[in-house]
């Protein structure tokens, strides 16, 4: 990255949105050449292992390992973000991690779960520890770690965004699989070590995973599962790859390690063993698809509402889900469905439509929209993700009255 480039990213992350746009403006910068320098790969890293102080919007405060492998032939890294399961440590994983970086040309990045300050829920996890004790654990908002392992990993390593992957074993692998469901757009890969969406489903239907499943069609997924394994019994997993496998997700498989039992060390997951190496040569190949044209999100929570350029700002029920299928039908046009939302804001770039007026339905109502790419939204959309595939150049609200009454057709594609 040139040293222009270099710092114009930074003066759009110095001081205030606000503040940081007139920076830019008060240096005659325009829009295109602050698009194109926030896209361009950052300088290479010295590989190596190394060990910061990961701090989450939210107060957390992690120690996180790094493993950071030498350049792959493509000439830019990926990322894999690796969560622990309990009792163990970001630093225990990353002995293990470190040859599935050199093999997939990404960067592992394995942070520590912490007692959070202002998460203090466990309900999730009750049936796989069998109380609601306060420990440490993972949460799934964007504010969280794992979440700003991500980011720092964006901002700090050349990482191409479209070539990360999340991964973890037990309780990590847990949150994995549900962080993966709500930030579906930030992930090409999920990678799961005995773990699956929900636990619950061992004494029945759990309806925030079944609503949360389908947002998981456009990422590639492996769960390594133990044929002996108790705690998170394979059958868990296997029952949601069926169902996305029914749903036309041909990029989800399950593995079963003969013998394997819940500890990790059971699971013969050292370089050279089969599956090791295999999983490390696929997480290589994963890529994500940038501006998908039809996008299908379901939102459950107020933590994950936005799916690349559709975004549920507000449900209608506060405890109900809000889903939406959004799909660019014209380079002037785009139709949506829309059932349990109130709100939506469409992320708008030049890589989906052109500027000027747009035709957008919305539950066969139609309305028109004035798409003008402005400096301030892409400065915001970098800050919040600093992810340079997910930068809009305007945000625009809609308010939707009535839900579709028609069935919500369409998949993420």
């Known amino acids: 990255m040139t040293s222009d480039a270099q710092r114009i990213r930074r003066l759009c992350l110095s001081g205030t949105a606000s503040e940081a746009c007139a920076a830019l403006q008060s240096e005659g910068l325009e829009l295109d050449q602050v698009l194109a320098s926030l896209a361009a790969p950052q300088p290479p890293v010295e590989p190596g292992t190394r060990s910061i102080e990961l701090v989450a919007p939210n107060g957390d405060r992690s120690e996180m390992t790094i493993f950071v492998p030498p350049l792959p032939p493509s000439g830019r890294l990926g990322a894999l973000i690796f969560l622990h399961g309990s009792g163990s440590s970001g630093a225990d994983v990353a002995k293990m991690a470190t040859t599935w970086g050199t093999l997939s040309g990404c960067a592992v990045l394995c942070p520590t779960a912490v007692t959070s300050v202002t998460n203090t829920s466990n309900f999730e996890l009750a049936g796989l520890f069998g109380s609601r004790v306060r420990h440490a654990r993972w949460h799934y908002g964007q504010q969280d770690l794992p979440m700003t392992a991500l980011r720092w990993a964006l901002q700090n390593l050349d990482v191409d ?3 990360c992957a999340i991964a973890g074993h037990s309780m990590g692998a847990i949150a994995a699989w549900n962080i993966a469901a709500r930030h579906w757009e930030s992930f090409a890969a999920l990678l799961s070590i005995n773990g699956a969406l929900s636990v619950w489903e061992r004494f029945g239907p759990d309806m925030a995973a079944a609503q949360l499943q389908a947002n998981l069609l ?3 997924i492996r769960s390594l599962n133990g044929t002996l394994d108790q ?3 394979p ?14 997700h041909f990029a989800a498989r399950q593995i079963l390690v003969e013998y394997g039992d819940h500890p990790m060390q059971t699971m013969n997951l050292m370089p050279g063993s089969t599956h090791y190496d295999a999983l490390g040569l696929w997480l290589g190949k994963q890529r994500r698809v940038a501006w998908p044209t039809l996008v299908r999100h379901c939102t459950v929570d107020a933590t994950h509402g936005r799916a690349h350029w559709i975004e549920v700002s507000k449900r209608r029920e506060p405890r109900g889900a809000g889903v939406v299928v959004a799909q660019v039908v014209a380079p002037d046009a785009i139709e949506i469905q829309a059932r349990g939302v109130a709100r939506l804001t469409l992320n708008l770039s030049r890589k989906l439509v052109r500027p000027g007026a747009l035709l957008v339905s919305v539950n066969g109502v139609a309305r028109h929209v004035e798409f003008e790419p402005t400096l301030a939204s892409v400065v915001l959309s ?13 945000a625009v609200s809609l308010e939707i009255t009535e839900d579709c009454i028609q069935p919500l057709i369409g998949a993420n594609a």
Do not use: M
Request: aromatic share 6%; net charge neutral; charged share 30%.
């Open 161 to 163: 965004p479209d070539r």
């Open 218 to 220: 456009p990422v590639a």
């Open 231 to 233: 705690k998170v019994p």
């Open 235 to 248: 059958e868990l997993a296997a029952s949601t790859i069926e169902r996305l496998r029914t749903a036309g």
């Open 382 to 394: 970098y800050r919040s993700t600093l992810d340079a595939g997910l930068i809009f150049e305007q």
